[in-house]
């Protein structure tokens, strides 16, 4: 394509990881950018919009005009705004389901629906065996981009084979390389004091999936045929792992190389370098070795890079090594097997005819790799997409979505630390301050649990943790083993006053080991979760409580989740689910669609509990039987002007219509809201989606008061309403339902 062509294409937003960010997609990202603006000419005409992992971000240079906070939905909202104002004409997306925020990184298909130009998404990650959330953004991708970018020919496959996805959305564009000369090997011993060395490299950052240890243990045999041999490993710790297990995994490498008394044979470099000095250590390498250990890997940055300059290769057999080093353009070794590595290196190292013939021939593939084809390669698909579509017919924003997601407070946490402290959240409070008179109790603490296990998924916010292991840690003292039931009602010098607790606080602290079972930050909360929710499990059979029942129902299906082979699980979620179903089909009339004489407290979790226990097992016409009960509650709790008007507690709401209006509790908006919205999950029926905001707005003030119920101030949330007016108390129950509803909302809406 001709300079002018190319200029004509006009302005572009790259949306990716960047550097000095330490990773490869901000590598990738990088270079594929600064090959398009060389190619443009203009340099406004290019411009980076950069993820953080990090709160306090990095020092980005002059290209990148726009952070987005990893974890922070409304960025991505305001990236495509910002965007479209600035009227760039084409965005191109570096994807990666790890680098963006939301349940399998769903949070990017918010922005990319709000984008209104044409959009490239390179993929960096095509699954052969997706999970139902990974499958369900690679849809979303599909959906919203105008071209689908794959660096292999696999990639390709998987995309038309296993995703249905037309292959005239599929482009295939190779991994971009550096334009380097072709050297020759041990160019630059010297610099790195490695004067004298048969040097074997691998780079990249440090993982427990990159097999070192593998291409360790076969350096005894090398060693042994080749003294001067030496394993340089450059790069250092993944930030991630470095973050959640610290560096145990260089560690275990170090102890290893003790062990088989390879210390003056293996070099750590624990550098992230820049491309020049990347170039100048494969430039020093005799051999490159990648010993992965898993096949599914669709493309790789280290080896395209190694490729490039003109490495002699040993890898294991990922798909994309099998693709790039085909017809002897390197060598490929099975996955674990060290001798078959140790073997090859060494014909390697003693054959150098045949290493130079196979450096040659991965050099001369890679120069139509090199960025500057790249580049020109994603300006042709760009040209094709202008001819082929306008503008105009571009699917439109739903500008009501953003308008609600754009008027939803920030979740702010601030009060529930008030009420916290090293024991658990206290219940209630006289105002705004914690009221220790009325202690602690498990319904409580579950509840907390539920929404910081919730809000760490969704944020990632490690200052939370805390707070979560607090909470668990009073789930786990308030279990009785004896019992197998869990006491509920604990004074604040930490006296229990009963033994043991109601059904329905059993039901809400499994409840709770559910969800942080299903969401737990790592394996070692997940554990303790998982095993006390076992032991918790079986006291729930003979148990009356229909609430009791559902609480449970809600804990077994996020456990499920995790654990989805548990037998027993499985077996008392349809127990449960069935004693409710029957109240339903014994009590409910056409006139009374209800399981009860009366509807009292927490009433959409009954039909809740019915239409997700009736989608897993699956029953039809326990799903349907939910979903006209939920339907029935929305229609009796809502006024004539449309706002949600809850039945409240001095009365209930009876089979004669007699209506309770005052004692309107925030639990009901909640139960209303997580059963809404999860109907709205698993059908995409957009009236679900705007029943549920029509009941979070009752706390924002479509009330029957027409006053927030909650505080935007403290965080915190009043009691109730009341006939004198909304309660000035803020309690933990009532707190807490806010911050579940709107932190599922966030979720929900970033699907």
């Known amino acids: 394509m001709d300079k002018q062509k190319i200029k004509n294409l006009g302005k572009i937003a790259v949306i990716g990881n960047y550097l000095p960010r330490n990773c490869g997609i901000a590598t990738f990202t990088t270079d594929l950018s600064i090959a398009l603006a060389k190619e443009l000419k203009v340099e406004q005409d290019l411009i980076n919009i950069a993820m953080d992992d990090i709160p306090e971000g990095y020092d980005y240079p002059s290209p990148v005009k726009f952070r987005v906070q990893q974890n922070i939905q409304s960025d991505y909202y305001w990236a495509a705004d910002y965007i479209n104002v600035n009227q760039y004409e084409t965005a191109i997306l570096q994807h990666e389901y790890g680098i963006f925020g939301g349940e399998d990184g769903s949070y990017i298909l918010h922005m990319l629906k709000s984008l209104k130009m044409p959009v490239l998404t390179n993929l960096h990650t095509v699954l052969e ?7 369900k953004v690679m849809d979303g991708l599909a959906k919203y981009s105008d071209r689908l970018l794959v660096m292999s020919k696999k990639a390709f496959d998987l995309l038309t084979r296993v995703y249905g996805i037309d292959r005239e959305m599929v482009c295939f564009v190779p991994h971009g390389i550096p334009d380097v000369s072709y050297a020759k090997q041990g160019l630059h011993n010297k610099l790195f004091a490695l004067e004298n060395r048969d040097v074997i490299l691998t780079f990249g950052l440090l993982g427990p999936n990159k097999g070192i240890e593998n291409m360790i243990e076969a350096l005894p045999a090398i060693v042994k045929k080749h003294p001067n041999a030496t394993y340089l490993i450059l790069g250092k710790t993944h930030p991630h792992i470095l973050d959640k297990a610290g560096d145990s995994y260089r560690h275990g490498l170090q102890q290893l190389i003790k062990k088989l008394k390879m210390d003056k044979h293996v070099v750590f470099h624990n550098h992230f370098v820049e491309l020049d000095t990347l170039v100048q250590y494969l430039q020093t390498s005799k051999i490159y070795s990648i010993p992965y250990l898993k096949k599914e890997q669709i493309t ?14 040993v890898s294991t057999p990922f798909w994309y090594a099998e693709e790039l080093l085909a017809d002897g353009r390197g060598c490929l070794v099975p996955f674990n097997d060290s001798a078959a590595m140790s073997n090859t290196i060494n014909e390697l190292l003693d054959n150098n005819k045949k290493r130079e013939t196979m450096r040659l021939k991965a050099y001369n593939y890679g120069r139509n790799m090199i960025w500057k084809e790249v580049a020109r390669q994603h300006f042709d698909i760009i040209s094709d997409i202008n001819k082929r579509k306008s503008l105009d017919n571009l699917e439109d924003v739903v500008w009501e979505y953003h308008k609600i997601f754009n008027e939803l407070p920030e979740i702010n946490l601030s009060h529930l630390r008030t009420l916290s402290d090293s024991t658990g959240i206290l219940q209630h409070a006289k105002y705004t301050t914690p009221n220790l008179h009325h ?11 539920i929404a910081t296990a919730m809000y760490y998924s969704l944020r990632k916010d490690k200052t939370v943790l805390p707070l979560l292991q607090t909470y668990l840690a009073f789930l786990y003292y308030a279990f009785n083993e004896i019992t197998g ?27 709770g080991l559910g969800v942080m079972v299903k969401e737990a930050p790592d394996d070692s909360i997940r554990n303790i979760s998982m095993l006390l929710f076992k032991e918790a499990l079986p006291a729930i059979e003979p148990f009356t409580s229909p609430r009791a029942w559902a609480f449970s129902i809600l804990g077994l299906q996020a456990y499920l989740t995790v654990y989805g082979g548990d037998t027993d699980a499985c077996n008392m979620r349809n127990l449960l689910a069935d004693k409710i179903y029957q109240l339903f089909k014994n009590n409910a009339t056409d006139q009374w669609p209800w399981c009860e004489e009366k509807a009292t407290y927490a009433n959409a979790l ?3 509990a019915l239409i997700i226990a009736g989608q897993a097992m699956p029953n039809p016409d326990m799903y349907e039987m939910g979903i006209k009960s939920l339907k029935w509650l929305l229609k009796v709790q809502t006024a004539s002007d449309g706002h949600l008007s809850l039945i409240g507690n001095a009365g209930w709401l009876d089979k004669q219509g007699n209506h309770s209006k005052f004692g309107q509790q925030p639990i009901e908006v909640m139960s209303l809201i997580n059963a809404c919205l999860d109907v709205y999950i698993s059908t995409q029926e957009k009236p679900w989606l705007q029943e549920s905001e029509r009941c979070l707005s009752w706390f924002m003030g479509q009330n029957d008061l027409q006053t ?14 009341e006939s004198y007016g909304v309660s000035a108390n803020q309690g933990a129950e009532s707190s807490l339902a806010w911050i579940i509803s709107l932190i599922k909302m966030y979720t929900v809406l970033g699907i």
């Open 129 to 135: 065996n997706p999970t139902y959330g990974q499958r």
């Open 300 to 313: 790789s940055g280290t080896l395209a890079y190694a490729l490039g300059v003109g490495a002699a290769i």
């Open 439 to 449: 202690g602690y109790c498990v319904d409580d603490n579950a509840r907390a649990l």
């Open 485 to 511: 039931r869990f006491r509920n009602f604990m004074t604040y010098d930490r006296r229990w006053l009963e033994q043991p607790g109601s059904e329905d606080s059993h039901g809400r602290a499994l409840w």
């Open 606 to 608: 009954l039909p809740h």
């Open 708 to 721: 927030p119920v909650y505080d935007y101030k403290t965080g915190g949330c009043g009691d109730g309403i």
